[in-house]
C-alpha cells in the first residue's frame, strides 16, 4: 500500500477510535470523523464509502492481523501454527491492548456489525482447529464454540476486563470442555 494511503487510513482509523471511547457509534457522524482526522470529505470518500465501511475495514485489519500473521507484540507472541488455546488468548490479548475502543464499539450499536464480522473469523478459524465430536453434528459444534466464545468476550467486556486473559482463556476452555462432558 502506498505510504500516503497508509498514513491516511491510520489517521482515519485513529479518529474512529478517538470518538468511538466519547460517544455512541450511531452519534459519530463521517463529518465527526472528517474532522477528527483532519481530512477532507472527498479523502474520506475514497478510501470508505460509509461509517459502516470503515468499521468493516477496521474489522477486517485487526482480525487479518490476529487470525493470520506472525510476529512478537509488547504484551503477547503469536504463531500462524498456535493451538486453539493460544489463538484465543492472541484475540484476548488484542482486545485488552485496545480495551477503550472494544469497549466503546461493543457498547454501542456498532458491536452488532463488529460482532457478525468476529463471528466469520471465529468460524473458519474454529472449522480449521477443532476437531469434531462423533455424537454431534460439526456445524452445531462450530456455532456453540464461536458463540460461547463471544459470549464470553461480552461478558469480559461487561467485567471492564478485569480477567487476565490467561484465566479467560481457561474460563472459556473448561466451559467448554464442561459442555461437552454435560451428556
Known sequence: ???????????????????????????????NIIDEADIGRSTFYEHFETKDDLLRAKCTDLFGHIFVPDGTEATHTFSRDSTFEEKIMHILYHFLDDKKVIKGILSSEGGEIFLRYFRG????????????VSDVPREYLINHTVGSFIETVRWWVGRDFSDAPEALTKYYLCALKGAALAG
Open 121 to 132: 473469523y471465529l468460524t473458519d478459524m474454529v472449522r480449521d482447529m477443532r476437531p469434531g
Open 1 to 31: 500500500m502506498d505510504r500516503r494511503i497508509a498514513k491516511t487510513r491510520k489517521a482515519i482509523f485513529a479518529a474512529f477510535d478517538a470518538l468511538i471511547v466519547k460517544n455512541d457509534y450511531a452519534k459519530i457522524s463521517v463529518q
